[in-house]
Each structure stands twice: as C-alpha cells, then as structure tokens.
T-cell receptor
Framework: SAVISQKPSRDICQRGTSLTIQCQVD?????MFWYRQQPGQSLTLIAT?????????ESGFVIDKFPISRPNLTFSTLTVSNMSPEDSSIYLC????????????FGPGTRLTVL | GESVGLHLPTLSVQEGDNSIINCAYS??????FIWYKQESGKGPQFIID?????DKRQGQRVTVLLNKTVKHLSLQIAATQPGDSAVYFC???????????FGKGTSLLVTP
C-alpha cells in the first residue's frame, strides 16, 4: 500500500482567508482524489485530481472555491478559498493505482477549523 | 446520486464476541466494494474489499459478504478486540467507476 502524507495535519484559520493542503505519496499513482469529512459525518468526494489537466469536480463543489493542482504522479494540493465556518472539516487525500476495482488508500487527513 | 447506507449507526459488543456490521447499497451498477476502519483523528484504513463477481471474501479475522440480490454488504469481525473500536464505513465505486461513495458509518464499541 502507499504511504501518504498530508500537510498541515491541522490548522485554525480566520474566515475569508485561504488554506492550501498538500498531499504527497511515496510512489507514483494513477488516481488521486480529495474528500471532505464534516464533523461526525461520512466522507464526500470533492474532486478527482488529474495530472496535467483540470480537476473533475463533483456536484456542489466548484473550482473557484476548491482549486486543485496535480503537477506530477506523486503530489497534489487542495486549496480551500475564502473560508467560512461551514468549511470546518477534515480534508482527506486518497490515491489509487489503476482501474475502477482497485483499492484506494487514504492519507491521515487535515483537520481544518475556521473561526 | 445513488447512495450507500448503513442499518445501524452504533454497535456495542463484548470483547471476544463476533461483530457484524451491515450496509445497504442502491446502485446496482456498482462492481467494487470496500470496508474501511477509521480511528479517531486518523484517515480511513483499508480493511477488505470485494468485487461483484464474488459473494464472500475472507481476511484475517474479517469476512465480507455481498448479496447482490438484495444489495446488501456486511462485515464480520471474529473475536472482536478493544483495538477494533472505531467507525466502520462501507464504500462502493461511484458512477465514474473510480472514486468512492461512502455509507454513513457505524461506530463499533468493544467493551471488556
């Protein structure tokens, strides 16, 4: 399985500011995804990070609010822009090596609190 | 979109007993299912997966059962230990085939 790290592990931010979360994998992966987990809730897919092209966003999530980069096969960033308290969540990066029936592995998450 | 859901939000078992966590899914086109364990303050940890061409798969102390007829998935944990206390999520591959739709989660509490 992949070893996935995320930075920062947690942060407390003021409303109106932006935070960029980094996801680093120890091996090249085909797929990278970003999920959000609101307090006490399940995981919701934000977007698929595509290498060399724009991310694919799920319904309810837009690029202006959650810009994503994926410059290579081991790294991706998610920015949470113009934050409000409703953005307080755990943000999780996951990776997969291949097709639709391949396992996904998750990073430790970034716990974000917006005041 | 279609959803994956769980029957029981919490489950309390005694150490040494067997645990069964259930999950209902609604997307008949899903062909891949995963169970994850999430401990407090950590990311989801892969436990076991199953493809739709199977109805049972066993791991170390865990078994996943898939009933496609009634769209039901279950996770069985044998001889449950205190370290098994966590939230368990089922997930299915979504309409794109690559990302996952997660169920609501079941909190498993193992008591001595």
């Amino acid at each position: 399985s992949a070893v996935i790290s995320q930075k920062p592990s947690r942060d407390i931010c003021q409303r109106g500011t932006s935070l960029t979360i980094q996801c680093q994998v120890d091996s090249q992966v085909t797929m990278m995804f970003w999920y959000r987990q609101q307090p006490g809730q399940s995981l919701t897919l934000i977007a698929t990070a595509n290498q060399g092209s724009e991310a694919t966003y799920e319904s309810g999530f837009v690029i202006d609010k959650f810009p994503i980069s994926r410059p290579n096969l081991t790294f991706s960033t998610l920015t949470v822009s113009n934050m409000s308290p409703e953005d307080s969540s755990i943000y999780l990066c996951s990776v997969g090596y291949g097709g639709s029936t391949d396992t996904q592995y998750f990073g430790p998450g970034t716990r974000l609190t917006v005041l | 979109g279609e959803s994956v859901g769980l029957h029981l939000p919490t489950l309390s078992v005694q150490e040494g007993d067997n645990s069964i966590i259930n999950c209902a899914y609604s997307n008949s086109a899903s062909d891949y299912f995963i169970w994850y364990k999430q401990e407090s303050g950590k990311g989801p940890q892969f436990i076991i997966d199953i493809r739709s061409n199977m109805d049972k798969r066993q791991g170390q102390r865990v078994t996943v059962l898939l009933n496609k007829t009634v769209k039901h998935l279950s996770l069985q944990i044998a001889a449950t230990q205190p370290g098994d206390s966590a939230v368990y999520f089922c997930a299915e591959n979504n309409d794109s085939g690559y990302a996952l739709n997660f169920g609501k989660g079941t909190s498993l509490l193992v008591t001595p």
